[in-house]
């Protein structure tokens, strides 16, 4: 897969825009079970990592991801910083300067891992990690692009009858079902923004 | 932010809000005087409520004791906030840095007290600890 320079610009405006302009919608999903910032914070977050371009895109695809990810760290506040920013500093540290999709395979691998570490959570809980896993495996079985943003919104959307546990939600008890999960839905708007820019620009 | 040097434990008071964060440590205060290395810090990094690491790791650098740090937190956030910025630390300094499983109020306050005491960093995070035991 191709990850010149200018598909490394596309793909950081694409995650960058899918944040920006969903996060009223973000934010309004964390306001039924959280503390009402996410969309906010990852807005922040994003317009940081935006103004490091154009010299962003100039770094290896490793580098870029990993400065992403401190980017999001520093700026996003929250929970969701930590999560998404360890997210993409373990992908670009696993991540050869060229890789193939068993390398983005088996780096998204540990990127889910750290995400799980760094929250203590598994799948089943109410968090982006019930986004990650499940796209994870249609990724890991041959999934093509389509199948896999498709499956990051339906993911999304089985948050939303689920109990959380993990997060500020899970002080609501069983209040918190029946809202679908802000960072599944921030995760889910990532990953369909990064597949649709790395479809049409390196052939995922 | 707050000030102070000695050989004890430093405490850091980490809280969504930079109000209650601050209260916390003029509480400390009142309990140890200037016997303990204290920092608190609260806020998202434009001053609304939530956590930052760079404000976590100015902190940890106001309250920095070669006996170590223990960090107490409020909400979520401000856990995996803090435990992010340990984790960016130096080696050496990493494993003297702890974040207390302890309410953020009642937990500073005993924890600078064990701390004022010259107890040793496991010490105080027990007794910290203790309110959840």
Redesign the interface.
């Known amino acids: 897969m191709s990850l010149n320079r200018e598909v490394r610009e596309k793909l950081v405006r694409a995650l960058a825009v899918s944040m920006i302009e969903h996060a009223d919608e973000l934010t309004s999903l964390d306001q039924a079970i959280g503390?009402g910032?996410h969309g906010?914070?990852m807005k922040?977050g994003f317009e940081a990592v935006l103004a490091t371009l154009p010299a962003l895109a100039d770094k290896p695809m490793p580098e870029m991801l990993k400065a992403i990810g401190m980017t999001l760290?520093?700026?996003v506040?929250?929970?969701?910083?930590?999560?998404v920013?360890?997210f993409f500093m373990e992908l670009g540290k696993a991540l050869p300067e060229e890789p193939t999709r068993a390398d983005l395979v088996a780096a998204t691998d540990k990127a889910i891992d750290a995400v799980k570490a760094?929250?203590r959570s598994e799948a089943g809980q109410k968090t982006l990690l019930d986004v990650l896993v499940p796209v994870q495996a249609i990724f890991a079985a041959g999934g093509d692009a389509a199948a896999i943003a498709a499956e990051a919104a339906e993911a999304a959307e089985r948050t939303t009858p689920m109990l959380a546990i993990?997060?500020?939600a899970s002080f609501l008890g069983e209040r918190s079902i029946g809202h679908m999960d802000p960072g599944s839905r921030s995760a889910s708007l990532l990953i369909g923004a990064a597949v649709a820019t790395l479809e049409f620009e390196a052939g995922l | 932010m707050s000030n102070s040097s000695s050989g004890n434990v430093g405490i850091v008071i980490v809280s969504?809000s930079a109000k209650i964060a601050e209260g916390a440590a003029d509480m400390v205060r009142q309990m140890v005087g200037n016997a303990v290395p204290l920092a608190w810090t609260g806020g998202?990094?434009?001053g609304?409520?939530?956590?930052?690491?760079?404000g976590i790791l100015e902190a940890i650098e106001i309250a920095w004791s070669p006996a170590g740090v223990a960090i107490l937190v409020d909400?979520?956030?401000a856990e995996?906030?803090s435990?992010?910025a340990v984790e960016m630390l130096t080696e050496d300094r990493r494993a003297r840095v702890v974040v207390c499983n302890a309410p953020v109020v009642e937990g500073a306050v005993i924890a600078a007290t064990e701390s004022s005491g010259g107890s040793s960093l496991t010490a105080v995070q027990r007794s910290a600890e203790e309110f959840y035991a």
Not at chain 1, 77 to 83: E, K
Not at chain 2, 48 to 54: D, E, F, I, K, M
Request: charged share 25%; aromatic share 0%; no cysteine.
């Open positions: 503390d910032d906010l914070n922040r760290v520093m700026k506040g929250g929970a969701s910083g930590p999560l920013g360890t760094r929250g993990r997060g500020r | 969504h998202d990094p434009e609304g409520l939530g956590t930052n690491v760079a909400l979520g956030g995996t906030n435990e992010m």
